[in-house]
């Protein structure tokens, strides 16, 4: 398919024009015109583009681009590299950052709560990138840690006292610790997001509402290949999802 198609459709589905974002969101980066497969991943490093190259990717999908307000502007060291590399494979960068959190489907935050088997009277967006809803049944912090443990793969860091029954829940993927008052005042049991501050301890344990950071990348690993799944299904592009690890 023409690349061009690929982009507009993208953009319209996650309605980018809705956001005011820290990136440019749609194409970063443009290489081959003609598209046959997508690969998907949370970041665009280097080692997510080698393997994209690898696995004979036309254009790649990502949360996490480049060009990010406040950045140093100028095309050396690192940047430089990453942006040579995709110019000299002729590979397209397609980026969705805050559009991709918010999606009421495709979306991380909708994605993670498929993952956790978080309920359906979630409220997504709106003005806020804070998702609220509730667990099927009550269980305690520790039993809940547990599993979203062996969802993610990945040990969460917990504040908040184990024993204690949890039931509703507040949710944003990625650096969300910022949004952690808007949880404590929509008077939550527990607010999952993927990292944590100094600070975020003080307010969990002041304000008795628990908090796990489950992790940044591993939070935000859903969201991008289901939009990757659905472009596949909607176009008839081959797809594959490229997990480059990160402990962050
Ligand atoms: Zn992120």
New binding site residues.
């Given amino acids: 398919m023409e690349l061009k198609q690929l982009v507009n459709y993208t953009r319209q589905i996650l309605q980018v024009d809705q956001f005011k974002d820290y990136c440019p969101n749609g194409l970063q980066v443009e290489g081959r015109l003609e598209v046959n497969k997508i690969a998907s991943g949370v970041s665009a490093s280097l080692a997510f583009l080698e393997a994209a190259r690898d696995a004979g990717a036309d254009a790649v999908l990502v949360?996490?681009g480049y060009f990010w307000k406040n950045e140093a502007p100028c095309m050396v060291g690192v940047k430089r590299k990453r942006i040579k590399f995709l110019l000299d494979n002729e590979i397209s960068l397609l980026a969705f950052h805050l559009p991709l959190d918010a999606h009421p489907e495709l979306g991380n935050n909708a994605q993670l709560a498929r993952v956790l088997g978080l309920s359906a009277e979630t409220n997504f967006g709106n003005e806020s990138l804070v998702a609220s809803g509730s667990l099927v049944v009550p269980q305690t912090l520790s039993d809940f840690s547990t599993f979203v443990h062996s969802q993610l793969q990945r040990a969460p860091l917990v504040i908040g006292d184990l024993n204690r029954s949890v039931q509703s829940i507040a949710w944003c993927t990625?650096?969300a610790q910022g949004y952690f008052d808007e949880a404590i005042a929509l008077g939550v049991d527990v607010y999952i997001s993927g990292e944590i501050s100094e600070q975020t301890v003080h307010l969990a344990r002041e304000s008795g509402v628990a908090y796990i950071a489950a992790g940044?990348h591993a939070t935000?690993r859903y969201g991008v290949r289901a939009l990757g799944e659905h472009l596949s299904h909607h176009f008839g592009l081959s797809h594959e999802f490229i997990d480059i690890d990160n402990p962050v």
Avoid: F
């Fill in positions: 949360h996490h990625g650096a940044h935000e």
